[in-house]
């Protein structure tokens, strides 16, 4: 709750895949590394169990080529990305279960469970960087996080 939080919107080529990869290397920043559709991917397994979202975004979602270890000219390459699935569906499954379960929260577990799978555990970090590529959910956006920027 006190890491300020930041969405990047961005249409089309723009290169802001390119400006998340600055923002990756900082270790305050947490972020997945690729465009996330949180709300999309959210309304698709909301009635699911935390096992079975956690296995549906490993496995069905866009960050499916992180868990995969492929190469894609469009999200990136994430042949020799280290991350371990078993350890996302754990803490997916943790952070899931401790509070409301809405889009915020979903949001905010997929990006604890994505650090806890990656080995990069920031204590210190205080900004929560998302990356999206649609105006759509920028209502929910704001709704969820009034103090974003």
């Known amino acids: 709750n006190k890491a300020q939080k930041v969405f990047l919107l961005a249409s089309g080529p723009a290169g802001s895949t390119c400006l998340q990869s600055f ?7 947490l972020m997945v590394p690729t465009v996330f559709k949180a709300y999309k991917l959210f309304n698709e397994t909301k009635n699911m169990s935390a096992d079975d979202m956690a296995s549906f975004i490993s496995d069905k979602s866009t960050l499916k080529y992180i868990f995969h270890n492929k190469k894609t000219l469009k999200l990136g390459d994430f042949s020799n990305f280290q991350i371990s699935r078993n350890i996302f569906s754990v803490e997916f499954g943790k952070y899931w279960e401790r509070g ?4 915020k929260r979903f949001l905010e577990s997929v990006h604890y469970a994505f650090m806890m799978a990656t080995g990069k555990i920031l204590h210190d970090f205080n900004t929560i960087f998302v990356h999206f590529h649609t105006g759509q959910d920028i209502p929910q956006l704001l709704n969820d996080y009034p103090d974003a920027i």
Do not use: M
């Open 100 to 103: 409301v379960r809405n889009e």
């Open 23 to 29: 923002f990756d290397s900082n270790p305050q920043v």
